[in-house]
């Protein structure tokens, strides 16, 4: 396909997708003429890689040259989807500051959990001092909410964990398995809380349906006297003139 064919299917910008070229991010084309070449579904799939990664997650275009070369040269299905997930910048920025900062109190509670869970992952890794200073924030609200209150959550979590791998059955180049990472670890969590707010909301109405209803109770006959008032304010207009 031609440049701007490829533009038209990946929704870039051909200044965009020039500078990608000249940048190394994105490969050169298969030449047809001194000025002129042609791309495949790779540089597609890449060149939509690309934008998730600058657009979704917000990397830097440096950030997401380095990710791409690493898992266009990794075979390893694991180690993409570490680099993929520890991509971000909330874990970038979580990795330097735990470099500068002491570890947080909580994380040894989120090794705990990690323990009684049975997971074997790496203790350095950014979610386990993500998860340890929100346990520090429970604990200094009082909310009496503790790794243990958690395990519940967790065993759903692991359950979820499971149907997110089963995504990556089936991929077979890098480029594809990276790419179908990106859709389990960046795409799929928004829909996952907004799924989760939608049954909050559900059950919400089922536990306590006597608040529900007293609200539509509350909402319902304030609409109707606001409808009766206004006749009756200008019936009394009208005999007062």
């Known amino acids: 396909m031609k440049i701007s064919e490829l533009s038209r299917r990946s929704g870039v910008p051909i200044p965009t997708i020039k500078y990608y070229l000249r940048d ?4 050169p084309g298969h030449a047809t003429a001194a000025n002129q070449a042609v791309y495949d579904e790779d540089h597609l799939r890449r060149l939509r890689l690309i934008r998730t990664l600058i657009s ?7 950030a997401t040259k380095e990710i791409l070369s690493a898992v266009t040269h ?3 299905l694991h180690q993409i989807l570490g680099i993929v997930i520890n991509a971000r910048p909330a874990d970038l920025k979580a990795k ?10 909580g994380a040894a509670d989120a090794l705990r959990l990690v323990a009684e869970m049975g997971w074997d992952v790496n203790e350095e890794t950014s979610a386990i001092g993500e998860l340890g200073g929100i346990l520090d924030a429970l604990a200094d609200l009082g909310a009496g909410i503790d790794w243990r209150t958690l395990l519940p959550y967790a065993e759903l979590v692991d359950k979820m964990s499971t149907l997110d791998l089963e995504q990556l059955n089936g991929m077979s180049g890098p480029l594809e398995r990276a790419e179908r990472a990106v859709v389990v670890s960046v795409l799929l969590e928004p829909a996952l809380l907004a799924m989760r707010r939608l049954a909050q909301e559900d059950k919400s109405g089922r536990m306590f349906p006597a608040a529900a209803a007293g609200q ?13 008032t206004a006749p009756e ?7 007062s003139d």
């Open 24 to 27: 190394g991010l994105l490969p």
């Open 56 to 62: 979704v997650r917000q990397l830097s275009v440096g």
């Open 74 to 76: 990794e075979g390893d």
């Open 96 to 105: 330097e500051k735990q470099s500068q900062e002491a570890t947080p109190p």
């Open 216 to 228: 539509e109770e509350h909402t319902g006959p304030e609409r109707g006297d606001r409808k009766k």
């Open 233 to 239: 304010q200008r019936e009394g207009g009208a005999e």
